[in-house]
């Protein structure tokens, strides 16, 4: 015990430990959230200094009002065929995550996560950005694919892990990479593409380079300091860069206040480094549209980045590896006020005149054929819950442009071991 305490008298400290508003079996209710109208927020010129419009990380920018119509200085008016183009990759991003669920549940892999709910943050942004701009995604933006209309079939291969996997099985499932769609390999490791998007940024423009680099993770991913260094290369170098922080509450088991949302917005980290920073609503595929489009005339400006706050809501588990009921309220997802995404963007289609309910059930009846159709292809070149479909010593390769001697010594002691224990998996 201490001796010596002038202050002994004073009232004991105590720690504030965040506790989520709702758990399992609790009666949800939102209506303390703030939620202002759509059409309200201020779309500040690009070119604006950051300092000028802070209300915007603190605020939600949203375009598509109660009405399903779309109102105010955000709203991008994008022509019907841009709507229905990005409507049908929203809906086959879900498709696409349903049947995977379904391979997972019926032994066909090891692992998958969905991105229910969160569909129009991906899709929208890749609507928004250029074709060869640079994504460095975390693992809820398969959107970002489907909309770039990358193979369905080579993105179940590499779920599948089999033969046709372009990464030989060395990534967990859904952990791609294709560089043909200038689609960054995710890393398990939480938030380091946020770096990764801010070098590759500075490089682009040290280079004289005219492509630019949107990067993306999670609120519980902001609390990981590969955040805060990548932010402050941004600022200091003004890099041609849009750090997405989709905010969809949930971080597994943790609530988002564990990673400071009792205290302010994750827009707001923005206002600290100097960036420009939106907080969007996230199930509304046109602000979010809107917030990407302005935020890449900004880097491709050379004004610098902008930090998105995508507000949404983690519609499911977390992976197939989670179960939520054991942790949040069952109602949350039902209660949540910003709606369901895909939905939204069909009702303002309907609302234009421009699509009708049996249009979209045909739709939904198309893409999942289309879904099982390149799930059968796939399977043809086999399925992980059948065993390795690649050679060992794949595992060693294409990481280093040239094998380092240790990892060589360690492949031969692996084959060397694989072959006494009778292992047939090699070349
Ligand atoms: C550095 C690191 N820490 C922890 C984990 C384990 N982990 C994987 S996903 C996850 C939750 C991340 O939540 P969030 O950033 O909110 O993203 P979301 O899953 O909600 O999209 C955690 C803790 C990890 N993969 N890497
Ligand atoms: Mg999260």
């Known amino acids: 015990?201490?001796?010596?305490?002038?202050?002994?008298?004073?009232?004991?400290?105590?720690l504030h430990v965040p506790e989520p508003k709702f758990r399992p079996g609790d009666t949800v209710d939102f209506s303390d959230l703030?939620?202002?109208?759509?059409?309200?927020?201020?779309?500040p010129a690009s070119d604006a200094a950051p300092d000028s419009f802070r209300d915007l990380a603190y605020g939600l920018v949203r375009v598509l009002?109660?009405?399903?119509?779309?109102?105010?200085?955000?709203?991008?008016?994008?022509?019907?065929?841009?709507?229905?183009?990005?409507?049908?990759?929203?809906?086959?991003?879900?498709?696409?995550?349903?049947?995977?669920?379904r391979a997972q549940r019926q032994g066909k892999t090891s692992f998958y996560m969905k991105s229910t709910g969160e569909e129009a943050i991906a899709v929208a942004a890749a609507f928004a950005l250029m074709p060869d701009?640079?994504?460095f995604p975390s693992y809820r933006q398969q959107g970002l694919l489907i909309a770039r209309d990358w193979s369905l079939v080579d993105m179940m291969n590499q779920i599948y892990s089999n033969r046709a996997d372009r990464l030989h099985g060395k990534q967990l499932p859904i952990m791609y990479s294709v560089r043909e769609k200038g689609f960054f390999s995710i890393s398990g490791n939480l938030?380091?593409?946020?770096?990764q998007a801010v070098g590759w940024a500075m490089a682009s423009a040290a280079s004289g380079d005219t492509r630019i680099a949107a990067t993306w993770c999670?609120?519980?991913?902001?609390a990981e300091g590969d955040f805060h260094s990548a932010c402050t290369f941004a600022s200091v170098y003004r890099a041609p860069v849009i750090l997405n922080v989709v905010?969809?509450?949930w971080a597994i088991s943790s609530f988002s206040g564990f990673a400071g949302a009792e205290s302010t917005t994750f827009a707001a980290r923005a206002v600290g480094y100097?960036?420009?920073?939106?907080r969007v609503d996230g199930n509304d595929a046109l602000a979010v549209y809107a917030a990407t489009e302005w935020a890449a005339e900004r880097a491709r400006t050379n004004q610098g980045p902008t930090l998105i706050e995508h507000f949404t809501y983690r519609a499911e588990g977390h992976s197939t590896s989670d179960d939520p009921s054991q942790y949040r309220s069952a109602h949350e997802a039902a209660e949540w006020p910003l709606g369901d995404p895909i939905k939204r963007l069909k009702d303002h289609l309907i609302a234009l005149g421009e699509w009708d309910e049996e249009r979209h059930a045909a739709m939904d009846l198309e893409l999942a054929e289309t879904v099982k159709a390149a799930a059968r292809e796939a399977e043809k070149n086999g399925v992980l819950g059948h065993g390795l479909h690649q050679p060992l010593e794949t595992m060693f390769e294409e990481v280093f442009e040239d094998m380092p001697w240790h990892l060589a010594e360690q492949r031969q002691e692996m084959l060397d071991e694989a072959k006494a224990a009778g292992l047939e998996i090699g070349r």
């Open 1 to 14: 015990m201490p001796v010596d305490r002038p202050n002994a008298n004073l009232r004991p400290l105590s």
């Open 274 to 278: 100097g960036i420009a920073g939106l």
């Open 133 to 135: 701009d640079m994504c």
């Open 191 to 195: 938030t380091t593409q946020y770096p």
């Open 218 to 222: 999670g609120e519980g991913s902001t």
């Open 65 to 101: 009002g109660e009405d399903n119509r779309a109102i105010g200085a955000w709203d991008p008016k994008l022509p019907p065929d841009r709507l229905r183009a990005m409507l049908r990759a929203m809906a086959l991003t879900r498709a696409f995550d349903e049947r995977m669920y």
């Open 247 to 249: 905010n969809n509450q």
């Open 34 to 43: 703030a939620v202002p109208p759509a059409g309200a927020a201020l779309r």
